[in-house]
Antibody
């Protein structure tokens, strides 16, 4: 059974760096074609894809946020970390991580709400 | 970037009726890598359809989908109370991956 859970601060101040951790089970990030993606959803708005890291450490980023995002993995801990620099109130959202097979994110975590406010 | 436009924004229906949701892409979605997600309030999105017409595990057969290229459709035949939710289409053919703005199916 594939499960994922996001963790991180509920509140960050503008300009601070946000670090989110996705802890997963039921699959390995050493398996070919497997990845973990991050997707966010501002309150009441649509989903926005952010980043994706694959088993072979290949990484993809949203071009709209590329300069601010870093995604890494720790296969020994079954974790993926997303770092977002220079946060702004518009980054307030629920952040989801998801198991990705090929390019399809088929299993999602429950999400974690992050508020960016002074 | 492939922009996905869903219509309508809101669909008001009764249980038992048929819902037809549309998703139009600004460019051809390669390999028809177009999926549909269902999201209920306070919950994570749930995969319903992948690769244009394949039902995900555990999805009842009242959900069907089709289309190709730039035009895709999700149909729910005989709406059940648990089907009232927001539905997002999603293309996973090209980076950046993108989502539609959502269609809310309400009673």
């Amino acid at each position: 059974q594939i499960t994922l859970k996001e963790s991180g601060p509920a509140l960050v101040k503008p300009t601070q760096t946000l670090t989110l951790t996705c802890t997963f089970s039921g699959f390995s990030l050493t398996t070919e074609a497997v990845g973990v993606a991050w997707i966010r959803q501002p309150p009441g708005k649509a989903l926005e894809w952010l980043a994706l890291i694959y088993w072979d450490d290949n990484k993809w980023y949203s071009p709209f946020l590329k300069g601010r995002l870093t995604i890494t993995k720790d296969t020994t801990k079954n974790q993926v970390v997303l770092i977002m620099t220079n946060t702004d109130p518009v980054d307030t959202a629920t952040y989801y991580c998801a198991h990705t097979a090929g390019w399809l994110s088929d299993h999602w975590g429950q999400g974690t709400l992050v508020t960016v406010s002074s | 970037e492939i922009v996905l436009t869903q219509s309508p924004d809101t669909l008001s229906l009764f249980p038992g009726e048929r819902a037809t949701l549309s998703c139009r892409a600004s460019q051809t979605v390669g390999n028809n890598y177009l999926s549909w997600f269902q999201q209920k309030p306070g919950l994570a999105p749930r995969l319903v359809i992948y690769n244009a017409y394949n039902r995900a595990t555990g999805i009842p057969d009242r959900f069907s989908a089709g289309g190709s290229g730039t035009d895709f459709t999700l149909t729910i035949t005989g709406l059940e109370p648990e089907d009232f939710a927001v539905y997002y289409c999603h293309q996973h053919a090209y980076s950046p991956l993108t989502f539609g703005q959502g269609t809310k199916v309400e009673i």
